[in-house]
């Protein structure tokens, strides 16, 4: 269902609605700068975006919760000291022919691997017990249903922003996947050295020699994020944010209420921090799983580049599935005003979405920018002048169109 069979002239409202999300987008940052995880920038632009909501929302709040920030992207250099440590236990091994060594190694290796799957491709609290703890939040904020709920829909966006990845911002975008091969070699090559020391004593000298030429991988691991620099996340993600929140102003400013189904507005903390704001709101909210009442949530992270939209389908590197039907849902939305969007897995990373899916409700993500990644992601690049008025315009349409298609017909069949 389009929305302007419920608003005529809504192109025309929701292309205000996108210079009003820029203008916000703008304020936001330039009154708060950047929003580490459980930082003051992050409570302050949350409370103001509260504000906001609370004027166009039937309730709006803003709930906290327990954070470990700095343990989700520390899994990068507590890696790189295993494998530096494996390396000289693996070298120690070769040459003294001691198994202890052997078994130190791999002890090294295996723990280095655990973080970068628990951390990274899992998103468990790894390392989280050995990190600060902080208190970040979530705003959200209901516009209820005229009669009975039978329904509801989420839409959301995440208010925090990422610490720098400096190779991305010096070597562009394929910074990262240099230094990463560069230390998945070398991760090869201690294993290979390790195993060969039980088998073939004269190789595994070699490969432990060899060894030494991915040391300096390892070094640059410590230095994969800058967490004294955390970036403006103009796009990444307050461009989210704002379609979410102009989805509650549409709502209101042309009183739409729909008969059934309950419309919220969710704007996380923590996301890049491991998605903790969107794990702890669905934990603090089983009602949305349990209460008999169908919930879809449909999440805008990053909307910039229309050249490069998809719909998530898979998420978390391809761990968690999403749900095809509410990506269906926002596939129709996009037809609606004229676009071909794709479904697909995220390669790598993840998105508020994963959470939603983990706690067992109906999710899917939207997405506008180049998976390479692009070279403002999670750099200073990301600024106001990165923020497309054109593509959050695009999202604020296909939120709207799949939040008035769900409230009349429920979610297509996939």
Known sequence: MNIKKLVPDADAKIKELAKFSVDNIAHLVGTYGPRPCGEEGETKAQLDLLETLKGLADEAT?????????????FVPFAGTCLIAGTATSLGAAFTGKKILNAATAGLVGTALSAVVGEFVLYKEF????????????VW????????????IIVSGHTDSAPEWVYTYKLGSKGVTIVAAYALVGLVATIG????????????KKLALAELAFLPAYGLLYKFTDNKNY???????????MVATSVMKFLKDNDIRFEDTDVITLLTGGEEAGLRGAKAFFKAHPEFVNDNVETAYIGFDTVCELDYTEIYTGDMSGVVKN????????????KECGMDVP??????????AAAASQAGVKASCFVAMDPSPARYYHTRL??????SEEAIEKGINIALNAIATYAEEGLPEA
């Open 62 to 74: 803003r709930e906290e919760y327990k954070v470990h920030p700095e343990a989700f992207m520390a």
């Open 127 to 138: 390392l989280d017990p050995f990190f600060k703890e902080k208190t970040s939040g979530n």
């Open 141 to 152: 904020g209901i516009r209820k249903a005229s009669g009975e709920t039978k329904k509801r």
């Open 193 to 204: 050295a390790t195993a060969a020391s039980f088998l073939k004593p004269d190789l595994a």
């Open 231 to 241: 970036v403006p996340g103009a796009s990444d993600d307050l461009s989210g944010s």
């Open 323 to 334: 749900d095809k039907q509410v990506a269906k849902l926002l596939v129709n939305g996009a």
């Open 343 to 352: 479904t697909g897995s995220i390669p790598l990373g993840s998105t508020d």
């Open 382 to 387: 990301d600024t106001v002048d990165n923020v």
